[in-house]
C-alpha cells in the first residue's frame, strides 16, 4: 500500500488527473480520489496493481470492467469517463461516489426496514435491467459492490468480472472469481451463468438486509459453496417476524437454486415488488419444499413406498395360486388379428391410400396481401386459411407476415397453409411519465412494443431515476416500433469551484474575487498586523482546494496597529430555525453568517475602529432589525441601540 501511495500520490495522470488520495483497495486495484484539471471536476481513478501488469487473466478482467461499464449510461451505475491502457499502467477514471458501500450501512444498522430494503432493491434491479439489455451480466452483486449516497440513492460499482451474455469465452477463474456469500449454485458448480445468476445474488442481498445475515455461513469458502447448492435458506421470518409474508415469497423466489424457478428477468421480479408496495398484505402463493410441505413429501413417499410393499407382498401370494394364462392367451390374441385384418380391409376399400395424390410446393405468400394470396392461388391446390391478424411493426395492414408450411415445402394436393396477417401499427397515446420511476416507464413502453432512449439530466426537484420529460411528449400518438427519448433525473448539479487566494487584497476586493468564482465572503474578523488597514491577511479554506458554488469563504482582515475593537451585543428574536443575519459598518458589510436564534439567544459581532463615530446596521434574513451607533473616541468604547425593527420570521 505504501508504495502505491508512494508512487501515485500527488502525480498528474494523462496531463490532467491530479491523484490527491487512496480511497480504496481491492484483489486488483487500488482506488484513488482524484481532480481532474481539464473538466475541473473530482474524479475516481482506477489503477491496476503493478504486481498484476504481466497477469493475462487480471488484464482481461480489469479491461472487461472498462468495456462493460462504458457501454452503459444509467443514473444507478458508476459512469466510466476515461480508460488509459499502456505497458506500465493501466487506469480508468469514473465518476466519484461520495457515500459508504451498502454493507458498511447494514453492519451499522444490523437489519433494514423493510420499505428500506426494497428502495434499495428497486434500483438495484433498475441497473442491472440496463446492464441485461445489453447483454452484460454482472455476476458479482455483493453489498461491498453497491455504494449508498446520503440521498439514498444506490449506485452499482465494479464490473470486473461481468461477462457479455452472448460471450462464448468462459474459463475456470471466471467460474470461480465472486463472493461466496452471494455467488448462484450455478456459479457454484462452474455452470453457464445468465442473468438469472445477478438474480439469485440480489435475493441473497435482500435476504441480509431484512435479516441482519446472510443465509448461509460455514468455516470454509467451500462449505459455503456446497450449501448454496445444496442446502434450503431459513425463511427470514424465521429470523425476523416482523418480514411481510409477500416480501418473504418474492425474497425466497429469488433465492430458488434452480434458476428455472427463480424470476426469469428483473423486470419480474421488478414487477412483485411494485405490486408488495401497492399492498404489502399481497400473497403471492409461491410454493416451496420446507417446513410443512416438505414434512408432508416425506410423509407421501413413506406411503408410496408402503404401497408399493404391499402390492409386492400381494403379486407373491397370486403366483402362489396360478392358473392355465396360455389357452386363454392364445384365444385372445387369435381374435384380435382377425379383427385388425377386418378393418384394415375396410379403410383400403374406402380411401384407397395406394391411389396417386398429387402434390404441391407451397409458394412464398409472406408480403402479399391475404386477399391476393387467395386469388393469385386459387387454382394451386391448396388450402389458404387466416389463422389470425395482430398488430406488426414490420408489415402494412391486411399483409401476410408469417405463414405455416413455409415456402418451398412439398404437400399433398387438398392441405392447409395457415397465415398470420398484419393489423399494422398499434398506435398509442403516450401517458403522462413526469415525475415516474423510470423503471415502470420502461415497462409500459416495452409491453406496448416501443423502444427507448436513455438521457440523465441535472435537476434540483425531480427525485433521482424519476422521468423529468419525454420526448415525444405526454399525450402525443406513437406506433408500435417508435423511439421514446426518456430524460432521467441524477440530482442537482453539484458545481466544484477553486478557491482563489485573496490575501493582500481589500475586503471589497477580496468580496468581488469571490463572487467571480461563485463564491461568497462568510465570517469577517479582524486582527492587528502590519499590514494597511482592511486588509485581507488570513483566508479559510485556503486557496488553491475545491469547494461547492457559493460556499462561505471566512476572512482575516487587517485592522492596522492602532485600532481598537468591540462586541456589540444584539439580542435575537424567538425564533427556531436558521436565519441569515448580517452586520454593516457605514454601510460596509462587516459580518455574513447563519445562526438559529433559539441555539445562540445572542449575537456578538465585534467591530474595529480609531477615533471615529461609527453606524452600526443589523439585518435578518435581508430586514433591518437594530440602528446602532459606535463610538471609538471613548475610552473604552460605547455603543448605543437607536431603534428596532420588528422582523417577521418565516
Known sequence: ??????????????????????????????????????????????????????????????????????????????????????????????????????????????????????????????????????????????????????????????????????????????????????????????????????????????????????????????????????????????????????????????????????????????????????????????????????????????????????????????????????????????????????????MISLQNPFAQVEEVRVPNLVGLRFDTALSQYAELGVEIIQESVTHNVDFAPGVIFEQNPRAGRTVREGSEIRVMVSEGQQVFQLENFNGQPSHMVRSWLRERGLQYEIFNEHNSTVVVGDIIYTNPSALSEVRSGDIIQLFVSIGQDVQLRSVPDVRGMTLQAARQMLEMHNLRVGEVTYDQSDQPTDTVIAQTPDSGTLHQEGSAINLVVSQGSAMTHVSIRVELPAFDGDVQLQAFADNVLVHDTVLNPSEVGVWQPAFSGTDELVSIQVLINGHLYQDFQLDFSANPPTFQILDTWEVFLP
Open 1 to 346: 500500500m505504501e508504495s502505491g501511495i508512494d508512487k501515485y500520490i500527488g502525480k498528474k495522470l494523462e496531463g490532467r488527473y491530479e491523484i490527491q488520495q487512496i480511497i480504496g483497495m481491492g484483489g486488483m486495484a487500488n482506488v484513488y480520489k482524484a481532480y481532474d484539471a481539464i473538466d475541473q471536476r473530482t474524479v475516481s481513478v482506477k489503477i491496476l496493481r503493478e504486481e498484476y501488469l504481466g497477469n493475462a487473466e487480471f488484464l482481461r478482467r480489469f479491461k472487461n470492467e472498462s468495456k462493460a461499464i462504458a457501454l452503459l449510461n444509467h443514473p444507478n451505475i458508476v459512469q466510466v469517463y476515461d480508460v488509459a491502457f499502456t505497458n506500465r499502467m493501466q487506469s480508468i477514471v469514473m465518476e466519484y461516489i461520495d457515500g459508504i458501500t451498502l454493507k458498511d450501512y447494514i453492519e451499522r444498522q444490523g437489519t433494514l426496514s423493510w420499505k428500506e430494503a426494497i428502495h434499495f432493491t428497486l434500483q438495484i434491479l433498475d441497473a442491472l435491467d440496463h446492464a441485461h439489455e445489453k447483454g452484460i451480466v454482472h455476476r458479482d452483486i455483493k453489498p461491498h459492490n453497491i455504494m449508498l449516497l446520503q440521498n439514498g440513492m444506490i449506485k452499482v460499482t465494479d464490473f470486473g468480472i461481468a461477462r457479455f451474455a452472448r460471450s462464448e469465452v468462459k474459463t475456470i477463474t471466471d467460474r470461480a472469481i465472486g463472493s461466496v456469500h452471494y455467488i448462484s449454485p450455478e456459479q457454484a458448480m462452474g455452470d453457464n451463468t445468465d442473468q438469472k445468476t445477478d438474480i439469485y445474488s440480489v435475493g441473497v442481498l435482500l435476504f441480509e438486509m431484512l435479516t441482519g445475515r446472510v443465509p448461509f455461513e460455514a468455516d470454509t469458502a467451500v462449505s459455503v459453496a456446497i450449501k448454496h447448492i445444496q442446502s434450503k435458506a431459513a425463511r427470514p421470518t424465521q429470523i425476523n417476524p416482523s418480514i411481510p409474508q409477500g416480501l418473504e415469497e418474492i425474497t425466497m423466489r429469488a433465492m430458488e437454486k434452480d434458476a428455472a424457478h427463480r424470476y426469469q428477468t428483473t423486470q419480474a421480479m421488478t414487477e412483485d415488488i411494485e405490486k408488495f408496495k401497492h399492498d404489502p398484505s399481497i400473497q403471492f402463493q409461491y410454493k416451496y419444499l420446507g417446513g410443512e410441505s416438505e414434512k408432508s413429501e416425506r410423509k407421501k413417499y413413506r406411503k408410496a413406498i408402503d404401497k408399493t410393499r404391499e402390492e409386492k407382498t400381494l403379486h407373491k401370494q397370486n403366483r402362489k395360486k396360478r392358473v392355465p394364462y396360455l389357452p386363454i392367451l392364445a384365444g385372445v390374441t387369435f381374435a384380435f388379428v382377425l379383427a385388425t385384418l377386418a378393418f384394415l380391409g375396410l
